[in-house]
């Protein structure tokens, strides 16, 4: 395959309401759509979701775009491929820059899966598929008022989440945490750092967390700390899930060499695509290091790819994979992701299985 002609178009879409982390508050999702075009003139899409500020990572929603124009889009024009797995490679004398090189990737694959006249998670797996939907779980930024959290909590669980992470950071931790487990004894609960925790000074509040029956304490320290991250895990029962640490096959490879997790929070935009993503994946699993899918707070484009690699990947923890109307009042594609006791459909048809919306988005 040969693409010969890459467009991208930037959207913002607002947040049905703030959403706080460690790192801030939110109010709105930029993102890129971006097509790629092959000699027949069959059209894959991606999204590409880099963060305005350079907070979670480095990369940022503007040097994304830089990256693409000057360098990522002239490395793919015109070169021959046979299959997606190859694209990521093309891209290997620019160093960094994932999430660009992601958006470029899962468009090639959409493309590929398109011209097979499958499913992307079809092509993934090598055969049908055949789950219709998979179970999801939630993520909930700081809400101060405990009462407002415990509603908020109480509403996603009728809409049938099966596991809620709570955002935490120093001085919003121990008790959010407390008041929710004593609200829903039997709730699949985590909390998120985001990296929001210095050092091992904090021994006796991860303690103290470490008796919540948590699933999970995702990326307490710093990105790139995994000896802390280590020395941390050898203390706890809790898993300790990474997060931000995980950019590469190596970075895996060290995290399960040094122990600092038994869990890892993957997400396709930060470790670059689809192939490395499944690289990454295989070796965790034979590793026997649990692996979930994060999301991005994706428009429809970056949800529906990471359905289809979700139902690829049939992973066993509700991964962040939330219903489109959980962060905004429309989406961008058709169908949108809706919850259904506790599941979103995975979308059907060719590709990542959804189309643009023209009445919102025009590519």
Known sequence: MKIVKVQYQTGELPFLEPFQTSYGVTKTKSFAIVT????????GIGELDALVTPDYIEETFQTSLLALDNWLIPSLVGQEWEHPKEVFELFATTQGFLMAKSALET??????????????????KGAPILDEAIEVGV?????LDLDSLVRKVATYLDQGYSRVKLKIKPGYDLEPLRVLRQAFPRLILMADANSAYENLDDWDLFDQLDRLNLAMIEQPFAKHDFVRHAQLQQQLNTVICLDENIRSLDDAKTAMALGS??????????????QPAREILAYLQQQDCLVWLGGMYEAGVGRAVNLQFSAFANFTYPGDLSASDR????DIVTPKAEIHRGKLAIPQGVGIGVTLDSNIYKS
């Open 36 to 43: 790629v075009e092959d000699e027949s003139g069959l059209v």
């Open 107 to 124: 468009a090639c694959w959409d493309l590929f899966a398109k011209k097979e006249q499958s499913s992307l998670a079809a092509v993934l």
């Open 139 to 143: 993520s909930i930024g700081i809400i």
């Open 261 to 274: 997790c038994r869990a890892v929070n993957l997400k396709i935009p930060r470790v670059g695509g689809i």
């Open 327 to 330: 962060y905004f009042a429309e």
